[in-house]
């Protein structure tokens, strides 16, 4: 069994619903990739091996009784991550399209950078996996809007290959969106003067498993999001050093 919780520091999660077939080469490849970091792998309410699987590769695992959507899992490893002293979490799929090597470099392009948050972006190189042309679309759509409404340069806004230093997983973990969290938590970053850049990455086609987008789902979303950030535009932003727990009405 391979030891995936040797440090504390960096903090890879990975978000896994009936993801059975893929976490396994997964994890092997994070912890030959990446040996320093520990792996924390949040389940919640899967119904296939997901659990065992990780168990048996020997990351953390956190399960939770019933599935609660992507927003829940990547908010409960942020509260893990801050509990146990963590400084930078990277988050990854479990369904194995986001490579652990992309995964370092964007780790190491935070700590480079200084930026708070750095999200991996299919479309700033091109190469790898760039999703079907109908989401590709609703990314550019949701691409503009985030540029006019928070003035924030994101190409990749759905991305969710995306590394945190600990003052924007702090403020992650008492508020974050919910549904389909990746395009509006880049605006609440940006609105709370958190520094979000981009560095480019490639990603892999899901090769096993089940997608949890389905043609409506890819047809709701963008019509979800639409909303979800207008209406966070209209909110006052956070601020991220004192009470960000209580956003003011
Ligand atoms: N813990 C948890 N993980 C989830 C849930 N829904 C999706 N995920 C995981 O989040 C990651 C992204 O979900 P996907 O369904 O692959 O979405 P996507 O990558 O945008 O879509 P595809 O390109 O079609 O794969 C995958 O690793 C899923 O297993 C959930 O409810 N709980
Ligand atoms: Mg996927």
């Not at 069994?1 to 978000?15: E, F, G, K, P, Y």
């Not at 119904?47 to 959507?69: I, K, M, Q, W, Y």
């Not at 691409?143 to 003035?151: E, Q």
């Amino acid at each position: 069994m391979v030891d995936l919780t040797v440090s504390r520091r960096v903090i890879a999660l990975v978000l896994a619903y009936n993801e059975e077939a893929a976490l396994p080469a997964l994890l092997v490849e994070i912890a030959r990739v990446c040996p320093d970091w520990a792996v924390v792998v949040v389940s919640d309410g899967s119904t296939d091996g997901t659990a065992e699987r990780a168990r048996e590769a020997g990351a953390v695992l956190l399960a939770l009784p019933f599935n609660s959507g992507v927003a829940t899992a990547e908010q409960t490893g942020f509260l893990y991550a801050l509990h146990r002293g963590a400084e930078i979490v990277v988050r990854l799929d479990g369904d194995g399209q986001h490579p652990p090597a992309e995964a370092r470099r964007i780790v190491d392009t935070l700590e480079q950078t200084g930026a708070d948050v750095v999200i991996g972006s299919r479309f700033l190189v091109g190469g790898g996996y760039q999703s079907t042309p109908l989401r590709r679309w609703g990314i550019r759509w949701l691409s503009f809007l985030l540029r006019i409404l928070g003035g924030v340069r994101i190409t990749d806004p759905t991305s969710g290959l995306r590394a945190f230093r600990r003052r924007a997983f702090t403020l992650l973990a008492s508020v974050y969106p919910n549904g389909y969290p990746e395009p509006e938590s880049g605006l609440l970053l940006a609105r709370a003067g958190l520094r979000v850049v981009e560095a480019p990455v490639r990603m892999r086609s899901r090769d096993a498993g089940r997608s949890s987008l389905d043609a409506w789902a890819a047809l709701y979303y963008p019509a979800k999001v639409t909303f979800a950030l207008i209406v966070e535009a209209l909110r006052r932003p956070i601020v991220p050093s004192s009470g960000e727990e209580a956003r003011g009405s």
